[in-house]
């Protein structure tokens, strides 16, 4: 993907900010440990590019997520990043450990993830750390824009 492009990380819950900055909750330590999920594929974030954005594909998200009133769509928000900024993102050891790439879904074509590309071996213990400082960088002030629902929807 190009650095340029711009992807959004979607956070509704209440325990995902911080008097309105993003938490490290919005991050699940899973999806940043190098390893598959249930059915065998890779685990990454999910985001959605921020030019194909699909609100039904959004929509369903939320209500699958929890949020099963309508009215509770109104809190959802999202972390704008630009490719380049997670790219860009070093770890304490200086190195790059981020990647955005597409996750294409028929449902959801702006489907992408932010994946733990670190070539650094780690044992499981050193593997949850690593992720919690992943999910620090992914939240340090200024590497991210907070969007409101509404803000990304009423522009289409």
């Not at 992807?7 to 209440?14: D, E, G, I, Q, S």
């Not at 928000?77 to 955005?100: I, Q």
């Not at 340090?140 to 824009?145: D, I, L, Q, T, V």
Request: glycine fraction near 4%; aromatic fraction near 6%.
């Amino acid at each position: 993907m190009d650095d340029e492009v711009a992807v959004l990380k979607m956070a509704w819950h209440p325990a995902h900010f911080d008097n309105d900055r993003l938490s490290s909750a919005a991050f699940e330590r899973s999806d940043l440990i190098p390893d598959n999920d249930e059915e065998g594929r890779p685990r990454f974030v999910s985001v959605d590019e921020k030019s194909c954005i699909v609100q039904a594909a959004v929509d369903d998200r939320i209500q699958n997520q929890g949020a099963r009133k309508p009215e509770d769509r109104k809190d959802a928000r999202f972390a704008e990043y630009l490719c380049r900024t997670v790219r860009n993102m070093k770890d304490e050891a200086g190195e790059h450990p981020l990647e955005v790439t597409p996750e294409r879904l028929q449902e959801n074509p702006a489907h992408c993830g932010i994946r733990n590309v670190s070539r650094t071996e780690r044992s499981n213990r050193k593997r949850r750390d690593y992720a919690d400082e992943l999910r620090s960088l992914l939240i340090e002030e200024g590497k991210y824009e907070i969007l409101s629902y509404d803000m990304v929807f009423s522009k289409r």
